[in-house]
């Protein structure tokens, strides 16, 4: 598990007041289930959801994405998946990505497992950065994509997040600290394209995981993973990046 903040540097930022925008995908290899999810951080003075606005303007291009139709898509929506993906490189917004094997995660109900390997994606110890290991996140806005969860599943998807982020933890010589209760919201996401960035790197980064074992993806989702990945030239797959991808309870 790991962060993508390609040309700026980890900050306060994106620990305080940071929006989070956080979806999730699913795939079967080699008869398992697995899951990708991925948390888009947001810092307070990041104005990203304006630019990705106007790239749609640019294009007038008023479809929602979902990595999962790439593989229909005309050249106009590829054009603006790049331009999406070069505006969030050109950002001092940050990406982190897990992916699970779902059976492991079996043990208690769909929705509330989510809502734990939602909250181990952000409560796992941040990675030390210049003697300084960032892990609270203070007051943090959480954005999911809407789920067909009853009133009472909502309530208690966010009293399962909260739990994972309320766990302390010790690595070597630094204490982390719980996370403060984080509001959270579900929204419909057609709403943010913040959502849908998260959508298509969740995507870009399953088919890296497939490609690097050898399995075979559509020549669209190919095209823009691989134009995702020359954006990171010592980077020869994002499996690599993401470290261990079988994590355990």
Same mark, same amino acid.
């Given at each position: 598990?790991?962060?993508?903040?390609?040309?700026?540097?980890?900050?306060?930022?994106?620990?305080?007041?940071?929006?989070?925008?956080?979806?999730?995908?699913?795939?079967?290899?080699?008869?398992?289930?697995?899951?990708?999810?991925?948390?888009?951080?947001?810092?307070?003075?990041?104005?990203?959801?304006?630019?990705?606005?106007?790239?749609?303007?640019?294009?007038?291009?008023?479809?929602?994405?979902?990595?999962?139709?790439?593989?229909?898509?005309?050249?106009?929506?590829?054009?603006?998946?790049?331009?999406?993906?070069?505006?969030?490189?050109?950002?001092?917004?940050?990406?982190?990505?897990?992916?699970?094997?779902?059976?492991?995660?079996?043990?208690?109900?769909?929705?509330?497992?989510? *809502?734990?390997?939602?909250?181990?994606?952000?409560?796992?110890?941040?990675?030390?950065?210049?003697?300084?290991?960032?892990?609270?996140?203070?007051? *943090?806005?959480?954005?999911?994509?809407?789920?067909?969860?009853?009133?009472?599943?909502?309530?208690?998807?966010?009293?399962?997040?909260?739990?994972?982020?309320?766990?302390?933890?010790?690595?070597?010589?630094?204490?982390?600290?719980?996370?403060?209760?984080? *509001?959270?919201?579900?929204?419909?996401?057609?709403?943010?394209?913040?959502?849908?960035?998260?959508?298509?790197?969740?995507?870009?980064?399953?088919?890296?995981?497939?490609?690097?074992?050898?399995?075979?993806?559509?020549?669209?989702?190919?095209?823009?993973?691989?134009?995702?990945?020359?954006?990171?030239?010592?980077?020869?797959?994002?499996?690599?990046?993401?470290?261990?991808?079988?994590?355990?309870?």
């Amino acid at each position: 598990m790991e962060e993508l903040t390609p040309r700026y540097e980890i900050s306060d930022l994106h620990f305080q007041l940071c929006k989070i925008f956080l979806d999730e995908t699913n795939f079967r290899y080699q008869n398992r289930n697995h899951f990708v999810w991925g948390a888009l951080l947001v810092p307070i003075d990041s104005d990203i959801g304006v630019k990705l606005g106007l790239i749609r303007k640019k294009y007038c291009y008023l479809h929602t994405f979902h990595f999962n139709e790439i593989s229909k898509i005309d050249e106009k929506g590829k054009k603006t998946i790049k331009e999406f993906l070069t505006t969030f490189i050109d950002s001092n917004v940050c990406f982190r990505g897990i992916i699970v094997n779902s059976e492991t995660w079996n043990q208690i109900s769909e929705y509330k497992s989510q *809502a734990r390997l939602a909250g181990l994606l952000l409560s796992y110890p941040w990675i030390p950065y210049k003697g300084k290991i960032y892990k609270t996140l203070s007051r *943090a806005r959480i954005i999911f994509d809407e789920r067909t969860l009853t009133p009472q599943q909502k309530n208690e998807f966010k009293e399962e997040l909260n739990k994972m982020l309320k766990k302390k933890n010790k690595i070597e010589e630094f204490i982390t600290y719980p996370i403060k209760d984080a *509001a959270i919201s579900f929204a419909d996401k057609r709403i943010f394209d913040e959502l849908q960035l998260v959508d298509i790197i969740n995507g870009i980064i399953r088919s890296s995981f497939l490609l690097a074992n050898g399995g075979n993806i559509s020549r669209n989702r190919k095209e823009i993973h691989d134009f995702f990945l020359k954006k990171f030239p010592n980077l020869k797959n994002f499996v690599k990046w993401i470290g261990n991808l079988q994590i355990k309870k």
